[in-house]
């Protein structure tokens, strides 16, 4: 079982969300247009099954993020909407028909990611690479960001993984080493740290992101971009974490956005190339922007 902080009654009042974490409902024909072809084509995406406030605006723009190998991960991290439980066997078309949907779409970038798949000897590596592979032959001009799970220190299912051609590769640290044992439970804080010290060293343009409003302190984040830029990170996101359910991890804080352009020119100071921050950005957000840092 989960440990989640003990909340007062102050913080609960302090939990209601304010006016910045307004979201516009998904609506519009280019929105319509993508609803249709993930639906058609048996895909899914982040977007819905991480509870993603930015849809309707990424969706409206005719862009979405990809999510291959099931919707039902092996992980029980106490922030996260997706499913957990015992995967399905995956489906070895999925590259194929995930590349076909990115070119109806006609995207210029596209965003892959999946669920944690410990149960696979190879982390699911495989259907990585053939889904970047099958994406590069069927639309070359399209830009590839892959967000990759924990491989749990399987260097060498990392390196099929990010192998395939794609531009950037990212793994999320998601929140401060303090808290990991309470909000990723089965991952390790300075594993994702050589994670991406690999990523980099491969060659990569390299990036992550943590969530905010957890139960962090100040010097807990700046530790964090510390870390981050000792591993020489290129590309950093931050963003309000918004709890999907009452099982998950309480709201502890909602933070202003004037701290998040704080903890922007922090990330900046330390050497990270560039910086997104801000209560509505997640991993994705104007993925487009971090091609050519």
């Known amino acids: 079982m989960i440990e989640l902080p003990v909340v007062s009654k102050e913080t609960v009042e302090r939990k209601r969300k304010p006016n910045w974490l307004r979201v516009k409902l998904p609506i519009g024909p280019e929105y319509a247009k993508v609803r249709k072809l993930v639906d058609s084509h048996k895909l899914h995406t982040i977007c819905e099954s991480g509870n993603c406030p930015n849809m309707g605006e990424c969706w409206g723009a005719g862009t979405a993020t990809f999510m291959i190998l099931g919707n039902v991960c092996t992980r029980s991290c106490s922030f996260c909407a997706v499913a957990t439980g015992r995967p399905p066997e995956y489906d070895t078309e999925e590259p194929k028909r995930v590349a076909e949907a990115i070119k109806l779409m006609e995207v210029k970038h596209a965003v892959i990611t999946s669920v944690n798949r410990d149960e696979l000897k190879d982390r699911g590596a495989e259907i990585w690479y053939q889904t970047v592979v099958q994406i590069k032959a069927l639309s070359p001009q399209t830009t590839i960001e892959t967000l990759i799970p924990d491989v749990k220190g399987n260097w060498e299912a990392l390196y099929r993984m990010i192998d395939a051609g794609q531009e950037v590769v990212s793994h999320n640290m998601e929140t401060v080493q303090e808290l990991y044992r309470r ?13 991406l010290k690999r990523i980099k060293e491969y060659g990569k343009r390299s990036k992550s992101g943590a969530m905010l409003g957890l ?4 010097d807990q984040i700046f530790k964090l971009m510390d870390d981050l830029a000792e591993v020489k990170l290129d590309i950093l996101t931050l963003g309000q974490y918004l709890q999907p359910t009452k099982m998950h991890h309480e709201v502890i804080d909602y933070v202003h956005p004037d701290k998040f352009e704080f903890f922007k020119e922090e990330g900046l100071k330390r050497g990270i190339k560039y910086v997104e921050s ?5 991993s994705s957000y104007h993925a487009e922007r971090h091609v050519n840092v």
């Open 183 to 195: 909000v990723r439970p089965q991952a390790k804080y300075d594993r994702s740290l050589e994670e």
């Open 215 to 218: 139960g962090e302190t100040d």
């Open 278 to 282: 801000g209560p509505l950005v997640r």
